[in-house]
């Protein structure tokens, strides 16, 4: 049975090499003269040349402008997100909120034990009130030091002057100018002592902003406005500087994210129009508000992200999305499918008829895949295009077209 398979599929190969490259010979072994076909070319038999050209069959496509949108598969994303978190070492007091829950901006989420803190803060504040009442007794110090200067200076110049006229004594100078620099000395530690206590003040202050600040922590509270993705901390739960109050997530508006291929990157505008269609089937509208101007490393492509409006909160973070960017128009026209072929180089395009019915290849750039067909640039703005043959033959050969509606 193997052998007559093999046999029979040999036969097959050997028919097919006749039947494609021994055509002319295997039509004059059937009794069609090829030399016929010259007579035809001259014009002495073109129903012969007529029979002899391979039949197909072509629209006349007229191109038409479209929206040459940025097609792209993303997802939708929580237009915010983030993990509120405590900053200080306490228990839970406060009854615990559950996930799916609306929360203002400014909401308490969870509350902490005080425990001894305002005990501490009471205590900072008297001893910087403490301080400060320091204050009026290093001014008067002050204040003093400087009249003994001043008294100081009197008596030094007096001294001097009786000296020179020979009515005072030596000694007497002296000890003025002794006084004199007990006197600066004086002053000088009267600033010193001024600026300590003003130094404890400012010390006593800080101590009070700080425990003011460890109180502040102790009520954790929603930073903006939308929905708890996860419960609050429970009542009596340990909280640690980094542990879990709440996950707070804001989905109006919402974000579509998508990645652009470097080589339509171009043609995407921060500010254009786009849409999108969820996988649940709802149609979307919104604006470009990002394009990366990094591509990813891997895929080499940039992150697009286009903000919708989402009032009613009924678009729900990581849903599949089929978004659609407006870029500016172009000609175009819309095959099915089926036409669109491949020539020698491997290289995508479409078979023509041209002058004389003669076959061509021309090369074209998918813009859009549809449910009605392909819409594809780079041709005339007229052209005869096959749609049923076209495997069958190659640039040069002649054909017999026969046309068909291009809404067909």
Same mark, same amino acid.
């Given at each position: ?166 009515? #005072?004594? +030596?000694?007497? !100078?002296?000890?003025? *100018? %002794? =006084?004199?620099?007990?006197? $600066? /000395? ?6 010193? #002592?001024? +600026?300590?206590? !003003?130094?404890?003040? *400012? %010390? =006593?202050?800080?101590?009070? $902003? /700080? ?22 901390? $429970? ?174």
């Amino acid at each position: 049975m193997r052998l007559i398979s093999f046999i029979n599929a040999l036969l097959v190969i050997v028919a097919l090499y006749f039947l494609v490259f021994e055509r002319d010979s295997l039509f004059a072994f059937a009794g069609r003269d090829d030399a016929d076909a010259p007579a035809a070319a001259e014009g002495e038999n073109p129903d012969a040349a007529a029979e002899d050209a391979v039949r197909v069959v072509a629209i006349r496509s007229q191109a038409r402008e479209i929206d040459s949108a940025v097609l792209l598969r993303g997802e939708t994303q929580a237009n915010r997100q983030v993990e509120v978190l405590a900053e200080t070492t306490s228990t839970v007091v406060s009854e615990p909120k559950r996930r799916g829950a609306f929360v203002e901006s400014g909401d308490l989420l969870c509350e902490l034990d005080p425990g001894s803190r305002p005990a501490s803060l009471a205590e900072a504040m008297a001893r910087k009130l403490e301080a400060e009442s320091r204050i009026p007794e290093s001014e008067a110090r002050l204040e003093e030091a400087h009249a003994l200067v001043a008294e100081a200076e009197i008596n030094l110049t007096a001294a001097r002057k009786l000296s020179e006229t020979g009515f #005072g004594s +030596e000694t007497r !100078r002296i000890s003025s *100018e %002794a =006084a004199m620099s007990s006197a $600066e /000395a004086g002053i000088k530690s009267a600033e010193a #002592g001024l +600026e300590a206590t !003003r130094a404890g003040i *400012e %010390a =006593a202050a800080a101590e009070v $902003e /700080a425990a003011q600040r460890e109180i502040n922590r102790l009520t954790i509270d929603a930073p903006f406005r939308g929905l708890l993705e996860s419960d609050t901390a $429970e009542l009596g739960s340990l909280m640690q500087p980094g542990s879990l109050c709440a996950t707070v997530i804001q989905l109006d508006p919402i974000k579509l994210v998508g990645f652009v291929p470097e080589t339509e990157v171009n043609r995407v505008q921060v500010g254009a129009e786009a849409s999108a269609q969820l996988v649940t089937g709802r149609q979307v509208e919104g604006r470009v508000t990002f394009l990366s101007r990094s591509a990813d490393e891997t895929t080499r492509t940039f992150e697009v992200e286009i903000t919708v409006p989402n009032a009613d909160l009924t678009i729900r973070d990581g849903q599949t999305a089929t978004i659609r960017i407006a870029a500016e128009g172009a000609k175009a026209h819309l095959l099915p499918q089926s036409a669109l072929t491949l020539n020698n180089e491997g290289q995508l395009g479409v078979r023509t008829v041209g002058a004389g019915n003669i076959v061509d290849f021309a090369p074209i750039r998918v813009l859009r895949d549809t449910a009605e067909g392909v819409w594809v640039g780079g041709l005339a703005e007229t052209v005869d295009i096959i749609v049923v043959g076209q495997e069958f033959v190659i640039r040069g050969v002649t054909v017999a077209p026969t046309y068909q509606e291009a809404s067909q």
